[in-house]
């Protein structure tokens, strides 16, 4: 029997009387495109940010390719990790943010190189040839010398996928990574993601997109208040789900 | 209805009149009583007791030029000093830690808060509280040879300028983005490289500035360490006109070496500030 690549189970997290995340447990299987949809303050981003660390967990536990994130189990008790172990154990999983958080000191292309040659010690020309493999994956080889200032929304959100993908991630983590564009400019990002998707990345993505979770995800988690309300294919959560809950905040958004 | 392209008449083209120059005249006399004010501020120095052959006289005299020389030495080195502490400590102040943080601040309140004369003439007398400074056991020496004016001068103006630069880094590295650190914690940066190679070096475009405004009055706080008896140019023109008398023209000597080093830095300063630069202006340009 194979494992998760992630297995949350029992996740909770407050931040200070809000409750942010209630007992939530979730599978995500290698090769999975699992779309987290919901209406803003129903957890999902606290849910994606929890699986890289970028927020830490009240109780509860996440493994990630068979190892617990954040903690050491050690005479029946919990001991957090040492910054460094957390840093390491980031690397399995690649960001998106919904605001791109590109450097922009750096252009596109010392963007993508400098998790490579900073974090992972590899070397400069190596890097730098995968990275204009990257740019020319997600069509943007023409701009490897840009500042991210002089790109558009969807170039920058495109390059701050190829710098994900440029530490060989084998979890793409996506937080709302189409929310902070321009309508016109979201089809192109949703492209790179559909592309990704293909070529068997498995891939958690936070959207609002439903257009892009009815084609591409194999599975759609709906959460309201944070709990998991319903989960199932793209075509059972959305084109006839069970819950009122979803019923109602589908009717909402369409 | 009319239709859309006639446009309705009363309305002639004056696209062809030229446009008349206003006479301002109220500028014209603004002007004229502020440079009225300026020559009569300038014929008053020219007629005053001042010999202005003496200016020029010892504006390149040697104990002047060593001074000036030595003011910049010690700038230079005092900022460098400054900055160096400024980061260390700024970083302290934004780590987790409560026992660094506290640390750093207690540093701060310290020496923002005693005036920089005293610091100065404290660490030139540090040998009146420890007779002898050293490691025990394997380096000691007499605290009167070891505190010479020179490194009182450089100890009291740096340090006190690393308690106003961590504030100003500090502020630096609050004005960045949150997300930023966050993105370099998604490439699987640690808290102190994310904040070298991310987050410092955005830092730095916000912090030139008032850096270059901190630099300025160091290069005239310098004049301060007269006290301890540095070198420096004040202290020698000092030095010149106990001797000759010629006060205000020893004085108006040091003040122009001051401001000529004080011009050459601002060009420096919009160097700097185009080097960090780089990704924000690119548009602005």
């Not at chain 2, 005092?78 to 700024?90: E, K, P, R």
Request: aromatic share 8%; hydrophobic share 50%; net charge positive.
């Amino acid at each position: 029997m194979t494992k998760p690549l992630v297995a949350i189970r029992s996740v909770s997290k407050s931040f200070g009387e809000f409750s942010a995340l209630k007992q939530v447990s979730l599978d995500v299987w290698t090769g999975e495109v699992l779309c987290l949809i919901g209406a803003s303050g129903s957890g999902k981003t606290t849910l994606l940010r929890c699986v890289n660390q970028l927020t830490a967990i009240d109780s509860g536990g996440i493994w990630l390719d068979g190892e617990l994130l954040g903690v050491r189990e050690k005479d029946g008790r919990l001991h957090r990790l040492a910054e460094r172990e957390i840093a390491r154990q980031r690397l399995k999983t690649g960001m998106v943010f919904q605001r791109f958080n590109l450097f922009p000191h750096k252009t596109a292309l010392d963007n993508i190189i400098e998790g490579p040659v900073q974090v992972q010690r590899r070397a400069a020309d190596e890097a730098r040839s995968e990275a204009q493999e990257l740019l020319r994956r997600v069509g943007l080889s023409a701009k490897a010398d840009w500042y991210p200032a002089q790109l558009s929304g969807g170039q920058q959100q495109r390059v701050a996928i190829a710098r994900a993908l440029a530490m060989k991630p084998m979890l793409m983590l996506f937080d709302e990574p189409t929310s902070a564009l321009d309508p016109e400019l979201v089809g192109e990002v949703l492209a790179v993601m559909k592309e990704l998707a293909q070529s068997g990345m498995t891939m958690m993505v936070v959207t609002h997109e439903l257009g892009f979770a009815r084609e591409v995800a194999d599975r759609v988690v709906y959460m309201d208040h944070g709990a998991i309300v319903e989960q199932g294919s793209a075509s059972e959560v959305l084109g006839a789900p069970r819950e009122a809950r979803t019923k109602a905040f589908l009717s909402a958004v369409i | 209805m009319r239709p859309a392209e006639t446009l309705a008449p009363g309305f002639p083209d004056l696209s062809q009149l030229a446009v008349a120059r206003p006479l301002h005249w109220r500028r014209w006399l603004a002007a004229a009583a502020i440079l009225l004010v300026l020559a009569a501020i300038v014929r008053a120095f020219a007629y005053g007791q001042i010999e202005w052959s003496y200016v020029q006289r010892f504006l390149t005299a040697p104990a002047i030029l060593t001074g000036i020389v030595n003011t910049v030495v010690m700038a230079l080195l005092a900022m460098a000093l400054g900055i160096v502490l400024g980061v260390a400590v700024a970083i302290m102040r934004l780590s987790p830690n409560p026992v660094l943080t506290s640390v750093a601040a207690f540093y701060a309140w310290l020496f923002r808060g005693t005036p920089l004369i005293l610091q100065l003439l404290l660490w030139f007398n540090l040998a009146l509280v420890f007779p002898t400074i050293g490691i025990p056991g394997l380096w000691s020496a007499r605290a009167v040879d070891v505190m010479t004016p020179f490194l009182s001068a450089l100890l009291g103006l740096g340090i006190n300028q690393g308690a106003y630069t961590s504030e100003v880094i500090r502020a630096g590295i609050l004005s960045v983005d949150a997300g930023q650190y966050e993105a370099a914690q998604a490439i699987g940066m640690g808290r102190l490289r994310a904040l070298t190679r991310i987050v410092l070096p955005q830092a730095m475009r916000v912090v030139i500035p008032p850096l270059g405004n901190e630099f300025i009055g160091l290069v005239k706080a310098t004049s301060l360490a007269s006290v301890v008896q540095y070198p420096e140019v004040l202290h020698n023109a000092e030095n010149i006109y106990y001797a000759n008398s010629r006060v205000i023209e020893l004085l108006i000597v040091a003040g122009l070496w001051y401001l000529a080093v004080v011009s050459i830095l601002t060009p420096l300063q919009m160097l700097l500030e185009r080097r960090f630069a780089r990704g924000v202006m690119q548009i602005a340009k």
